[in-house]
């Protein structure tokens, strides 16, 4: 009678080895995605405008100096 109810409780095992399979693969394939997005954006790099109202933040250049190189970066 025992073997009975260990049986009859394993009726949908099959299944839920199914979906567990089907999960872990599917987290595999997702981490190896993140993995791969972020080796292929590679290293940020800012803009020299960017670059330039940073410094002007910081006060490493005059108003004057940033208007300046602002008008020069806007021509190119």
């Known amino acids: 009678m025992h073997w009975r109810m260990y ?3 394993m009726e949908f095992g099959w299944l839920f080895v199914i979906i567990f399979t089907v999960l872990m693969i599917l987290g595999v394939i997702h981490l190896v995605n993140l993995i791969g997005d972020r080796r292929s954006k590679g290293p940020y790099v800012e803009s020299p405008l960017h670059i330039l109202k940073s410094r002007y933040a910081k006060g490493e ?3 004057e100096d940033y208007e300046k190189m602002k008008r020069d970066l806007s021509e190119k």
Do not use: D, S
Request: glycine share 16%.
């Open 61 to 63: 250049i005059t108003k």
């Open 7 to 9: 049986e009859h409780g």
